[in-house]
């Protein structure tokens, strides 16, 4: 704990100054675009790939329907979950922000307030695409791509040290995978139950369309029988 309260090991530091400090040659629009995409732009698009995920979810069977929303209602959830956990675990490792302790680094977008390990951005991305992953595996590594995209642009704004991904990474997705167990067990027959229900049930699983069969000749009354 001592390595993180003091600014982390020189490799932790090295690659922080390193990643930031790519923000020295590059124009200025480039870093408020990066500022906009790790602020807003990454956590909108993982957003939208969970309702992608959950509108094709609806287009499966009954039984798979069920699982992968289940998956996808465990997502948010497992996510609350993690940044829940990581309030006592900030102010018991209580390690400050990096411009804190070192100087020379180019903070953009504004100082982030509070302690810096471990990083809430990562952790919240890194659940809801783990979660993504459980209910759809090629979504889902394009939802682990956008965290790892997220937790880049931390450590390029200079918010935060390498190893406070990391740990963001690996507290979203401990969470994600230990309690999915449990969390699908609990979750999958309540939303069997939701499924059955008549308005409800279309959040699970997309209405069946029915398709008129056009009459059979042969079926139709012949002119003659008509006119008898």
Known sequence: MAGLTTGGPNVDVGLLYEINGLARHAPGWFDRGVALLGGYGLPLAMLLLVLWCWRGARRQDETA???SFAALVWAPLAAAIALLVNVPLRGFVARPRPFLQHEGLEVLGGPGGGYSFVSGHATLLMALGVGVFLANR???LL??????AEGLCRVYLGVHYPTDVIGGFALGTAVVLLLAPLAMAALTPLVRALAR???AGRLVRAGERVVARPVELAQRPAESDLAA
């Open 197 to 199: 229900t008549p308005r």
């Open 65 to 67: 329907a069920a699982e």
């Open 143 to 148: 939802g682990i791509g956008l965290a790892l």
């Open 138 to 140: 090629r979504l889902g």
